[in-house]
């Protein structure tokens, strides 16, 4: 989850990971296929250098962000 709290990972492979962003009131979950190298370097960071923009969240807190009403 980022610092902020307004997006949500969950790193499917090295190559996929889906998204939850939360904005006001609205929430978007997008399925994201890293097809570049800047993508994989995303993923890279997520799964690594992860601790000056992120925190890791369990699936346990993911699954019931992504599936609440808002």
């Known amino acids: 989850m ?3 709290g307004k997006s949500y990972f969950k790193i499917h492979s090295l190559s996929a990971f889906e998204e ?3 904005i006001g ?4 979950i997008t399925l994201h296929e890293a097809k570049i190298l800047p993508d ?4 890279a ?5 992860y ?3 992120a925190v890791v969240v369990g699936e346990e807190e ?6 609440a009403t808002l």
């Open 2 to 4: 980022y610092l902020n």
């Open 20 to 22: 939850v962003q939360l």
């Open 25 to 28: 009131t609205k929430k978007i």
């Open 40 to 43: 994989r370097n995303f993923i």
């Open 45 to 49: 960071d997520l799964l690594i250098n």
């Open 51 to 53: 601790a000056t923009f």
């Open 62 to 67: 993911y699954e019931k962000v992504s599936s």
